[in-house]
């Protein structure tokens, strides 16, 4: 049986954790049995947030099923759970749980298709318990216990046969009907984290995956080493730590590695999980050995091509922390060798030679899911360099600015930013980007009261990005961070003489933003040498 998401979702359940492992074995290679683990139900009769545990969507129908681990009781019609010390804990009807969320799901789907007829169904799984229990509100053909949970291929058939015998409820699906189902039923259940906040939006919005990494995902689970290419805001760092998260368990324990120190502190405040560890290779042993592993179960590497080193220390390093190494441990690194190499290390692409060796699957992420198409053209033209493709839609138009005032370099800085604020931008969703530090750039000929409003960003204020106020930062720390606009400034004009390495630094501020996009060009080169004004 296939499975959606190719691992399962972080729901803090064991039991759902065991159901996952054991309808995946179900009907082994027949990829018409498609089962959605959590999926979530935008619309429900008397619930504003609802989800039901696991939904198999197959030739004779679609079929919704409530997971109970440990021991439940039912008194009087009140259903608990019950713990290790007899403690009761009042909990839903699971029957009536999986029923209505079947009932909601079927009515949004025959909405959208209505001359596809399918039988539904319901049914509850108690994988820890043996039922023995008799009642007409609910047939023992629903029901699967301990026992019945040993073969659950086996009950499968039984629940099927016994909701395709009610009346009306014979039609079978094809094929294409299925694919069509699925098709429609997968995007409102892949909803993850995104890696920071959308300015102006709720804090908890979810964002969907693009075409490309619910392809990867999809890959990942036949596959223990993988090597993922892409631009910049194709995802990488998304979907690492969604990836991370998915792979993290009580007997699975992950590092998810970086070049960054920056990057590093920001993904220790989006995956907040307990058998996941957040490193940098030059704090990777350390970190190690404060976690109390003695080798890391699965190793996930993001910005990659910051690693790939001249003389191979980072890969050595890396393989001496992972069972089995490089060689036979399971890995996914995630890099961008053609367009964001040489910031941080001289790059050598040999290394990327012996990651192949390896017998890696290969996979391009190719879907622009950061910047918008303004900005994707815009680097595409100023430097022919790939951004991805789609990008999330129409923007605002990129603006190309030279200072021209020889005596303040700062002058179209601070009229922009006058103009942002007094157009209802908020501070925190601007960040300014320079090759210079804070105190070499040319923010010090800002006046002091628009200076005093901008803070420079480092190790702990990272944590909490984006910051109420405007933030600064060298391009090079910035590297793997976004924000919805970015002011890009002290970097001559672009020329057809600007070198490769050149072009890498102008690529990576460029990139950072996902709305708006100004660079404000230093015609005099990228260091300020003439008196700083008040």
């Not at 690529?507 to 040498?529: E, F, K, P, Q, V």
Request: glycine share 4%.
């Amino acid at each position: 049986m296939r499975m959606i998401p190719s691992h399962p979702y972080n729901t803090n359940s064991r039991a759902e954790g065991r159901v996952f492992d054991k309808l995946q074995e179900a009907f082994h290679g027949d990829k018409s049995y498609i089962a959605f683990h959590s999926l979530n139900l935008s619309e429900h009769e008397y619930k504003r947030v609802a989800e039901a545990d696991f939904v198999v969507l197959c030739k004779y129908g679609l079929f919704v099923f409530e997971v109970k681990g440990g021991r439940v009781s039912c008194k009087d019609g009140e259903w608990a759970s019950v713990d290790k010390n007899d403690q009761r804990h009042a909990i839903q009807d699971p029957f009536e749980q999986a029923k209505s969320a079947m009932f909601a799901l079927s009515k949004r789907i025959e909405r959208k298709f209505p001359n596809i007829t399918f039988a539904t169904g319901f049914g509850v799984i108690f994988p820890n318990v043996s039922w023995t229990v008799r009642s007409p509100e609910w047939a023992p053909e629903t029901v699967c216990d301990e026992s019945r949970f040993r073969n659950i291929e086996s009950w499968l058939k039984n629940f099927f046969r016994y909701w395709q015998q009610k009346p009306h409820n014979n039609k079978r699906l094809t094929d294409e009907q299925i694919r069509e189902l699925k098709e429609f039923i997968r995007p409102d259940f892949e909803l993850v984290e995104p890696l920071n906040y959308r300015v102006d939006r709720l804090s908890n919005q979810a964002v969907k995956l693009t075409k490309d990494q619910y392809r990867y995902l999809d890959i990942v689970s036949a596959n223990k080493r993988v090597l993922c290419s892409g631009g910049a805001g194709t995802g990488k760092t998304f979907l690492a730590a969604e990836l991370a998260r998915r792979l993290a368990s009580a007997d699975n324990r992950v590092v998810l590695v970086c070049k960054s120190s920056w990057l590093r502190y920001y993904l220790q405040r989006e995956i907040v999980n307990e058998f996941v560890v957040i490193s940098t290779i030059d704090s990777l042993e350390i970190d190690r050995k404060r976690a109390g592993i003695e080798k890391y179960d699965v190793l996930l590497v993001d910005e990659g091509q910051d690693l790939f080193d001249v003389k191979f220390n980072a890969v050595d390093r890396l393989a001496r922390n992972l069972k089995g190494g490089l060689e036979k441990g399971e890995w996914y690194i995630f890099y961008d060798l053609e367009n964001q190499a040489g910031l941080f290390v001289d790059t050598n692409p040999d290394v990327l030679k012996l990651l192949e060796s390896y017998s890696p699957a290969k996979i391009p992420l190719k879907t622009n899911c950061r910047n918008t198409l303004e900005i994707i053209n815009a680097v595409k033209d100023r430097l022919s360099m790939d951004m991805g493709s789609e990008g999330t839609g129409n923007g605002p138009d990129v603006e190309f600015l030279e200072e021209d005032n020889p005596d303040n370099p700062a002058s179209q800085l601070a009229r922009k930013l006058d103009d942002l604020l007094k157009k209802g931008i908020s501070a925190s969703s601007i960040t300014i980007l320079s090759p210079l530090s804070f105190d070499e750039s040319s923010l010090q000929y800002l006046p002091n009261k628009l200076r005093n409003e901008i803070s420079e960003l480092d190790d702990y204020s990272i944590r909490n990005f984006p910051i109420p106020t405007i933030s600064f930062s060298e391009i090079r720390n910035f590297k793997g961070l976004e924000n919805e606009v970015i002011l890009v400034i002290d970097l001559p004009k672009i020329v057809d003489e600007t070198s490769d390495m050149d072009k890498v630094l102008y690529y990576t501020a460029m990139t950072r933003a996902r709305s708006l996009l100004i660079c404000i060009w230093n015609g005099r080169g990228s260091y300020i040498d003439t008196e700083i004004a008040d």
